[in-house]
């Protein structure tokens, strides 16, 4: 089975409410019990972020986010899947359980 990326995108720093975490463990779950799981996580506002860039001599730290845009990766599920159509589908499913837009990418294999 392949591995996919599912980045959850978002426009607010604002949580999910009680419903919407109630629906994405009962997606968890339900990854889980299919065999796709392999991981997720939410993630922490932008303006918590900070940018290393150690390509010269010293590393140069930046406070923020790497890019300045309107909406921000929130979360992620790490999934397995048969096949991209597979893992489209499970993140529609995803998408709808946490209210917000996905996207999907599959992991480069070793």
């Not at 590393?59 to 929130?74: M, N």
Request: aromatic fraction near 8%.
């Amino acid at each position: 089975m392949a591995q996919y990326l599912v980045s959850v995108l978002f426009d607010s720093d604002a949580l999910a409410t009680d419903e919407e975490m109630a629906a994405i463990d009962v997606f968890n779950d339900r990854l889980q019990a299919d065999g796709h799981w392999v991981f997720a996580a939410g993630l922490a506002s932008p303006d918590s972020a900070t940018v290393i860039d150690g390509r010269g001599g010293e590393p140069v730290f930046t406070d923020g986010p790497f890019l300045e845009s309107k909406e921000h990766v929130a979360g992620l599920w790490i999934i397995e899947a048969d096949d991209l159509d597979v893992a489209l589908r499970l993140a529609a499913q995803g998408s709808k359980a946490c209210n917000r837009r996905v996207e999907v990418r599959p992991l480069l294999s070793a």
